[in-house]
């Protein structure tokens, strides 16, 4: 028996600031389309196992984690992968002890050397929490490092790290192999280094980086990603990570067959 219902979904598909930006009038901004609001990128992975029991896995914990856990009605969470230690990518990590709670166990987390060394730091009162002058409630976790290459198995699921580059941060995406598709998410992405292309060889998906127009040092515009979407060839592109100058509608209209702008709450089944 193999994992099923597998779905990918968007928790969140904005740049940092996140879509309305605070203090900006802009049409985006302003717009009444849902699919112009968008938080902060993070993403959630559902399936069956091999015995039949519900798993969640998050890519990352973005500071609106709250908000899209709440939005898409999780109950629980197995475990979570982290792409970098930027503030965008982590500071919802906090809100994970609710899952301790409800799962009544803890909570594994994987990341590189780096990545997990700055969530010590910053979340000293979770790693460190026998130095809290209080007792306080604060969330469980196992953390784990992951080395690029190796895949790990995550509830019948694949999940190979694979080397990006932000600007000239080394960062990291994920290849999800189920047996019967294969995934990758890949964001915050300005370059993807010669050994990286291999693991994005016979994608069903691809989420890749798309941040804007004009160029920028440490993200994809919107032509160098649809450079890489063709150079990939994956059977379906969603672009994330978007800017408020990005307006779904006008944008989407504009792209090739097999690509798409993602949108909060956009869910992918690829069973």
Same mark, same amino acid.
């Given at each position: 028996m193999t994992i099923s219902e597998f779905s990918f979904t968007f928790l969140g598909t904005g740049t940092s600031a996140g879509v309305p930006v605070i203090t900006c009038d802009c049409d985006v901004c302003t717009s009444k389309d849902p699919k112009d609001k968008r938080l902060r990128c993070s993403v959630c992975i559902r399936f069956k196992d091999e015995t039949d029991q519900d798993r969640?896995?998050?890519?990352? &914990?973005?500071?609106? !984690?709250?908000q899209q856990v *709440?939005?898409?009605?999780?109950? +629980?969470? =197995?475990?979570?992968?982290?792409?970098?230690?930027?503030?965008?990518?982590?500071?919802?990590?906090?809100?994970?002890?609710?899952?301790?709670?409800?799962?009544?166990?803890?909570l594994d987390i994987f990341a590189e050397r780096r990545t997990l060394d700055h969530l010590a730091r910053v979340f000293q009162h979770v790693f460190e929490s026998h130095k809290n002058v209080n007792d306080s409630f604060v969330a469980n976790l196992v953390p784990h490092?992951?080395?690029?290459?190796?895949?790990?198995?995550?509830?019948?699921?694949?999940? &190979?790290?694979?080397? !990006?580059?932000?600007?000239? *941060?080394?960062?990291?995406?994920? +290849?999800? =192999?189920?047996?019967?598709?294969?995934?990758?998410?890949?964001?915050?992405?300005?370059?993807?280094?010669?050994?990286?292309?291999p693991q994005l060889e016979g994608l069903d998906v691809l989420a890749l980086d798309m941040l804007r127009f004009r160029h920028h040092p440490t993200h994809l515009n919107l032509?160098?990603?649809?450079?890489?979407?063709?150079?990939?060839?994956?059977?379906?592109?969603?672009?994330?990570?978007?800017?408020?100058?990005?307006?779904?509608?006008?944008?989407?209209?504009?792209?090739?067959?097999k690509v798409n702008l993602a949108f909060d709450s956009l869910r992918v089944s690829v069973d």
């Open positions: 969640v896995v998050l890519i990352d &914990t973005s500071p609106d !984690l709250r *709440l939005r898409e009605k999780l109950t +629980r969470c =197995d475990a979570i992968l982290f792409t970098h230690n930027h503030v965008d990518h982590t500071f919802g990590l906090d809100d994970t002890r609710m899952f301790n709670i409800s799962m009544q166990q803890p490092e992951l080395t690029v290459g190796e895949p790990i198995n995550l509830f019948g699921a694949s999940f &190979t790290p694979i080397r !990006l580059l932000h600007g000239r *941060l080394p960062i990291i995406g994920f +290849r999800i =192999d189920t047996g019967k598709s294969s995934i990758a998410y890949c964001t915050d992405v300005s370059s993807v280094p010669p050994e990286t292309w032509d160098q990603a649809l450079e890489i979407a063709e150079q990939v060839g994956a059977k379906q592109t969603y672009f994330t990570h978007m800017t408020h100058c990005v307006s779904h509608a006008k944008t989407e209209s504009e792209l090739p067959l």
